[in-house]
């Protein structure tokens, strides 16, 4: 151990990198002590090499810290024991043949640090001691395995738990109607953040638990009536009503209002300016695609007071939404 | 087919989003009007537009899209990247047009068939 080459660098294939990015943030979290097995097999220095080949194979570890009353004094692996072996020293002691300078991780130390160490010194475990120098645990890349494993499993877990409270609200509250009311502001021609709303209106409804095809719905309707706001308006709100039967989104403005709406509900009728309409908006066609998303929907406008676009869409039984 | 393999078939750059290269792709849908994706575009599928700006990622969230090819070699400013690396939808950039895009995904294999409008 130690000689061997450091493989030339490599190029990661784009997928290893993306599966890696929620992985790479976890060794930063996780501590060593975390993952580390606890419960630590180890062998003393007056015992022989022939014991420790039995603690090697019995246990199927290749390598034990070695302890000497409570303080830890070594380590050996199973290269010093093949070692041994081959040179007839089988009753040979291992506190002769241990490694009496080893390089220990501290078990506050983060998964990082210790993922650094395994490329550095090319050891199979590490033994885990604490800030007195007490040993504690051991670490091999196994246990880093595990234990991101393990915690990604707890991060989707809690996500489902989330999903899960979110989805009974109804069921757990007991009212003659229950009623959500979420609310979001939308700033005029701020293009940067267009669409969060809509966004955020599509995450609350997943976590509620609608079916995708419902939230296909209501999300393309949000998003118009978001992005109408955001063009043509001084600013406004979307606020979403959910019932246990029906969803029912409002969109209001401060104005200026819309002076002919039959013609602004026509497919392709559109009045925003070109600069816009480079940007991809302004077809014509949003609340068209408005309509054909929603069950019912009522668009009201007073010159200089605003507009209001209401947008039901009904929580059919059976049809799987 | 998943995200990933469109990159390396295509030769294509990936300028952020890279959580989500292991997306599968379903489909292509190309517009660069963003309310007719809204309308044709279905949940899976490869996006090719010219629009580069943030609403672009807002679009391809909201309808669960694959990825979006930006054509012509069109640069998204940083606002979209931000936004395309928090949600994780990969914005891939591409020197042709296009069309000659769109030519090479259905060489692919990618079906540029709507399964489901909005109704």
């Known amino acids: 151990m130690g000689e061997t080459q450091e493989a030339p660098v490599r190029k990661q294939p784009l997928i290893e990198r993306a599966e890696l990015t929620k992985v790479q943030e976890l060794v930063y979290e996780l501590r060593v002590e975390q993952v580390m097995t606890r419960d630590v097999i180890t062998c003393t220095p007056d015992q022989t090499m022939s014991d420790l080949k039995e603690v090697l194979r019995l246990n199927r570890i290749s390598g034990v810290p070695i302890v000497d009353q409570g303080q830890m004094v070594g380590m050996i692996s199973v290269e010093s024991l093949i070692k041994a072996l081959e040179q007839g020293e089988a009753d040979h002691l291992i506190g002769e043949k241990m490694t009496r300078r080893y390089q220990s991780v501290r078990a506050d130390d983060t998964l990082a640090g210790a993922v650094a160490l395994f490329a550095r010194f090319k050891y199979g475990r590490f033994p885990v001691v604490d800030a007195d120098g007490n040993l504690v645990g051991i670490l091999t890349q196994g246990d880093i395995v595990r234990g991101l ?5 707890t991060l989707w877990h809690s996500e489902e738990i989330r999903r899960y409270r979110a989805s009974h609200i109804f069921e757990d509250i007991e009212s003659e109607q229950t009623t959500l009311i979420l609310r979001y502001h939308v700033k005029a021609q701020d293009f940067v953040h267009g669409g969060e709303a809509s966004s955020k209106v599509k995450r609350a409804l997943e976590r509620l638990g609608a079916h995708p095809q419902f939230l296909r719905r209501v999300s393309v309707a949000t998003y118009e009536a978001e992005t109408n706001i955001m063009i043509h308006s001084h600013g406004g709100e979307i606020i979403v009503e959910a019932q246990p039967n029906a969803i029912k989104v409002v969109a209001v403005d401060t104005g200026p209002g819309i002076e002919d709406v039959e013609q602004a509900l026509l497919a392709g009728y559109s009045t925003a300016p ?11 066609m949003g609340l068209a695609n408005i309509r054909s998303c929603t069950d019912r929907m009522q668009l009201t406008s007073v010159m200089g007071e605003g507009t209001r676009l209401e947008m039901v869409f009904d929580l059919t039984v059976g049809s799987g939404e | ?10 030769g294509l750059e990936v300028l952020c989003g890279a959580d989500g290269l292991d997306r599968e792709v379903t489909g292509g849908y190309a517009s660069d009007l963003l309310s007719c994706v809204m309308a044709g575009a279905a949940a899976g599928q490869v996006w090719v537009t010219l629009q580069a700006h943030p609403n672009v990622v807002a679009v391809a969230d909201l309808l669960g899209l694959a990825c979006v090819i930006i054509a012509e070699n069109v640069r998204p400013d940083e606002a979209t990247v931000a936004r395309a690396n928090e949600r994780g939808i990969p914005i891939l950039s ?10 090479g995904l259905v060489g692919q ?3 540029g068939a709507s399964p489901k409008h909005a109704r």
Not at chain 1, 149 to 153: D, V
Not at chain 2, 1 to 10: F, G, P
Not at chain 2, 94 to 103: G, H, K, L, M
């Open chain 2, 1 to 10: 087919m998943n995200v990933a393999d469109v990159v390396s078939s295509l």
């Open chain 2, 94 to 103: 591409s020197a042709e047009t296009t069309f000659t895009v769109v030519a």
């Open chain 1, 149 to 153: 494993l393990r915690q990604l499993e």
């Open chain 1, 274 to 284: 070109d600069w816009i309409r480079e940007l991809g908006f302004g077809a014509g």
């Open chain 2, 109 to 111: 294999g990618v079906s």
